[in-house]
């Protein structure tokens, strides 16, 4: 996405679509839930209808899907004191994001 960017001139820090919107969090999340409800990797005779962000939205502990593990936000983002976060010293506070400029 980044190199057809460049190529089509379309590519600078003053877009109106900054990198991070194509490379960043919500592209990632995208990935995610494209392969978690791809049927070339799962068995969706058995499935209750797709995987969304609704089955992890909230979570206090790790679910496991497929061969992937999904970690509730206090693994990432303990004391941010939104979404749902613990603290830093929660059982599953893994890593402490210091976010922008840090």
């Known amino acids: 996405e980044t190199l057809e960017r460049k190529r089509q001139g379309k590519l600078s820090k003053d877009s109106t679509m900054s990198v991070v919107e194509f490379t960043g969090p ?3 999340t995208d990935t995610v839930f494209r392969f978690f409800n791809d ?5 969706m005779t058995t499935s ?7 089955h992890f939205t909230g979570i206090k502990q790790a ?5 992937v593990v999904v970690l509730p936000i206090t693994s990432f983002s303990p004391g941010v004191g939104q979404m749902g976060a613990g603290d830093d010293d929660d059982p599953m506070a893994f890593v402490k994001h210091e976010f922008e400029g840090v």
């Not at 049927?39 to 068995?43: A, G, K, L, S, V």
């Not at 209750?48 to 609704?54: A, L």
């Not at 679910?63 to 061969?67: H, L």
């Open 26 to 28: 919500a592209i990632w």
């Open 39 to 43: 049927p070339e990797y799962f068995d």
């Open 48 to 54: 209750k209808g797709n995987i969304t962000w609704q």
């Open 63 to 67: 679910k496991k899907v497929g061969d």
